[in-house]
């Protein structure tokens, strides 16, 4: 099946950056994270901005699928750090919160921001607040 979404990755000095664009569907978004965890690990960089961009937003039921996968994956590697989650699409800021939520509870520290200098500065801040 041909891409239907885009995903550019680039080390940015103390964190990574990741950006997405395109259609979210649940496979596409448990790739996106799958490439962040290897990125983490190549670079040994434990901060991550990703900045989500998709059309669209996967149903709540799909979601909860996908991220018990993904908590699987980070525990199974034991990864810790921070991901700070600016979403382009404002209207899915809530459904995005279900997410910081669920991830938070599974002892990630990721947290979703409305605006990416908020989330840059969390981000590099010397404690790792939640």
Known sequence: MENDYKLEIILQGDYILAETSGIETPENMLDVYEQI??????????????????SNQ?????????????????????????????????????INMVSESLAGAQGINAKVFSSINNALAWLRAPELSR
């Open 58 to 94: 996967i149903s709540m039921e799909e979601m909860m699928l996908v991220w018990r996968k993904i908590f699987k994956l980070v525990g199974d590697r034991d990864i810790e750090g921070r991901i700070a989650v600016f979403d382009k699409n404002k209207d899915d800021f809530s």
């Open 37 to 54: 965890i290897n990125k983490v690990i190549e670079w040994k960089c434990n901060r991550v901005l990703y900045i989500e961009g998709f």
